[in-house]
């Protein structure tokens, strides 16, 4: 019976029972039935390369052989699998190997939270974190940010498509311009683009009608994942630093989907050298298991007791996965690896954007890269803001399916294609990768101008 299992059956059966708010189905129709490394098998038996991969939580890909052992270690010796925020041996020790991951010089004055299992509740934690230490109520975020989907997080999201619909979100949110150098808020991009940019933070900040009160703190992403893979040039983030150092407000990094080994450092902030005040993990940090934590400056730790809780925040397989994921990339030098595979890929598809006509921008950092969709005849000014061309981007998405390739859409529109390979993928995959992707786009283009053409 199990060889007739069909991918429809399940997702009729999802569709029937499961929440009109489920989304990934909607794009990548499929059941999985087994998964391993970078490559997951439907019930029908046709296999796939995963270049979503969690959404950047599957590091290490699927059931790699060291997070496989630590789990089964934790089950053969008995050890409690939920312990609340009590201690354990497993938790020091995944404390410690995560303390000598991050940079020395954040360490050595840290403290840390855990949270309920999710990024969305530990960009919850780190709000309550740096309201309570400063007794501020406004936040500054950015256009373009993506920080979870609870109450609070959402009311820091650039995207307005799931704010729409929901009143009274946190209030005192002011969103700043993010360096976005292919549609550049204010027309010009690069350099002179992020020194506009900064000046108009810097100015913002010292304006006493901005209307902003003294803000609680300031949340970025070193590379906005969700908005599109736009990575923040290491000078403007030295600048946000130096604003926020100057004008006491904590620095929060977001590491949700860049940290560990993501964009070619264990952690995105390494790039620009910047320390900041407040770090957010999630993701790959539980090695592929729920886990989710905020660490930041001592000075900082002044809630009380119960300020910020989470009955799952005691995970101790994932403590396990964890440590094992974090030993395994620094051994493994895998942060090192995903630069040298983010660079092959990057080059890769900037020759397709040469062999094709509807790529408008290649960016991204490591493996964190995004390919940005539009309507090449619709150029506009020197910035080259081309219209966003979801219809096509969606095309390319399905043709990638069809191809044995899972990818998925963020940016602008939902035109922005996106990878996020495990950081243990070949170069061999990469190039297979990039050859699917160049079918793809070249079958999608064909269909859409055959389609446009019936049409007219």
Same mark, same amino acid.
């Given at each position: 019976?199990?060889?007739?299992?069909?991918?429809?059956?399940?997702?009729?059966?999802?569709?029937?029972? !499961?929440?009109?708010?489920? /989304?990934? #189905?909607?794009?990548?129709?499929?059941?999985?039935?087994?998964?391993?490394?970078?490559?997951?098998?439907?019930?029908?038996?046709?296999?796939?390369?995963?270049?979503?991969?969690?959404?950047?939580?599957?590091?290490?890909?699927?059931?790699?052989?060291?997070?496989?052992?630590?789990?089964?270690?934790?089950?053969?010796?008995?050890?409690?699998?939920?312990?609340?925020?009590?201690?354990?041996?497993?938790? !020091?020790?995944?404390?410690?190997?995560?303390?000598?991951?991050?940079? !020395?010089?954040?360490?050595?004055?840290?403290?840390?939270?855990?949270?309920?299992?999710?990024?969305?509740?530990?960009?919850?934690?780190?709000?309550?974190?740096?309201?309570?230490?400063?007794?501020?109520?406004?936040?500054?975020?950015?256009?373009?940010? $993506?920080?979870? @989907?609870?109450?609070?997080?959402? /009311?820091?999201?650039?995207?307005?498509?799931?704010?729409?619909?929901?009143?009274?979100?946190?209030?005192?949110?002011?969103?700043?311009?993010?360096?976005?150098? $292919?549609?550049?808020?204010?027309?010009?991009?690069?350099?002179?683009?992020?020194?506009?940019?900064?000046?108009?933070?810097?100015?913002?900040?010292?304006?006493?009608?901005?209307?902003?009160?003294?803000?609680?703190? @300031?949340?970025?992403?070193?590379?906005?994942?969700?908005?599109?893979?736009?990575?923040?040039?290491?000078?403007?983030?030295?600048?946000?630093?130096?604003?926020?150092?100057?004008?006491?407000?904590?620095?929060?990094?977001?590491?949700?989907?860049?940290?560990?080994?993501?964009?070619?450092?264990?952690?995105?902030? !390494?790039?620009?050298?910047?320390? #900041?005040?407040?770090?957010?993990?999630?993701?790959?940090?539980?090695?592929?298991?729920?886990?989710?934590?905020?660490?930041?400056?001592?000075?900082?730790?002044?809630?009380?007791?119960?300020?910020?809780?989470?009955?799952?925040?005691?995970?101790?397989?994932?403590?396990?996965?964890?440590?094992?994921?974090?030993?395994?990339?620094?051994?493994?030098?895998?942060?090192?690896?995903?630069?040298?595979?983010?660079?092959?890929?990057?080059?890769?598809?900037?020759?397709?954007?040469?062999?094709?006509?509807?790529?408008?921008?290649?960016?991204?950092?490591?493996?964190?890269?995004?390919?940005?969709?539009?309507?090449?005849?619709?150029?506009?000014?020197?910035?080259?803001?081309?219209?966003?061309? #979801?219809?096509?981007?969606?095309?390319?998405?399905?043709?990638?399916?069809?191809?044995?390739?899972?990818?998925?859409?963020?940016?602008?529109?939902?035109?922005?294609?996106?990878?996020? #390979?495990?950081?243990?993928?070949?170069?061999?995959?990469?190039?297979?990768? /990039?050859?699917?992707?160049?079918?793809?786009?070249?079958?999608?283009?064909?269909?859409?101008?055959?389609?446009?053409?019936?049409?007219?």
């Amino acid at each position: 019976m199990q060889q007739n299992l069909k991918n429809q059956q399940f997702l009729d059966a999802q569709a029937r029972r !499961e929440s009109n708010a489920r /989304s990934y #189905p909607r794009r990548i129709p499929i059941a999985i039935r087994e998964a391993n490394g970078i490559y997951v098998k439907d019930v029908e038996g046709k296999e796939f390369i995963d270049c979503l991969g969690g959404a950047g939580t599957l590091a290490l890909g699927h059931n790699h052989p060291v997070i496989i052992e630590a789990i089964r270690k934790v089950l053969d010796d008995k050890l409690p699998l939920h312990t609340l925020d009590l201690t354990t041996p497993i938790k !020091e020790e995944f404390v410690e190997e995560l303390f000598m991951t991050l940079p !020395e010089s954040f360490a050595r004055n840290a403290r840390i939270q855990f949270c309920g299992p999710s990024g969305s509740d530990a960009v919850e934690a780190a709000l309550k974190l740096v309201k309570t230490a400063t007794g501020k109520r406004s936040m500054l975020a950015f256009q373009g940010g $993506y920080h979870g @989907m609870t109450h609070g997080s959402l /009311s820091l999201m650039g995207n307005l498509g799931p704010k729409k619909l929901i009143s009274g979100l946190m209030p005192d949110v002011h969103f700043l311009p993010y360096p976005y150098d $292919y549609r550049c808020p204010f027309g010009v991009g690069g350099k002179e683009g992020h020194e506009i940019g900064r000046t108009y933070i810097e100015q913002l900040l010292d304006d006493p009608e901005s209307g902003i009160v003294p803000p609680a703190g @300031m949340i970025m992403e070193m590379v906005q994942g969700e908005g599109g893979a736009i990575p923040a040039p290491d000078s403007w983030v030295q600048e946000m630093r130096r604003i926020t150092k100057e004008k006491d407000i904590p620095l929060i990094v977001d590491e949700i989907q860049t940290g560990l080994g993501r964009t070619g450092k264990l952690f995105a902030f !390494e790039h620009s050298g910047v320390i #900041p005040d407040v770090v957010v993990l999630s993701k790959a940090i539980g090695g592929s298991l729920p886990l989710a934590v905020v660490v930041y400056h001592k000075d900082l730790d002044t809630w009380n007791p119960g300020a910020h809780a989470g009955t799952f925040r005691g995970n101790q397989m994932a403590f396990a996965a964890g440590t094992a994921t974090m030993k395994f990339i620094k051994e493994q030098s895998l942060s090192e690896y995903a630069a040298e595979m983010g660079s092959r890929l990057m080059s890769q598809l900037q020759d397709i954007q040469a062999q094709t006509s509807c790529i408008g921008d290649v960016r991204g950092r490591g493996l964190m890269i995004g390919v940005e969709i539009v309507h090449k005849k619709h150029a506009g000014n020197s910035v080259r803001n081309e219209s966003a061309y #979801p219809e096509l981007a969606q095309r390319i998405q399905q043709e990638c399916f069809k191809r044995g390739l899972i990818i998925e859409l963020g940016g602008r529109h939902g035109s922005v294609v996106r990878f996020l #390979p495990p950081l243990i993928i070949k170069a061999e995959e990469i190039d297979t990768v /990039s050859q699917i992707f160049l079918d793809a786009v070249k079958q999608a283009e064909i269909s859409i101008q055959g389609r446009l053409t019936q049409e007219v």
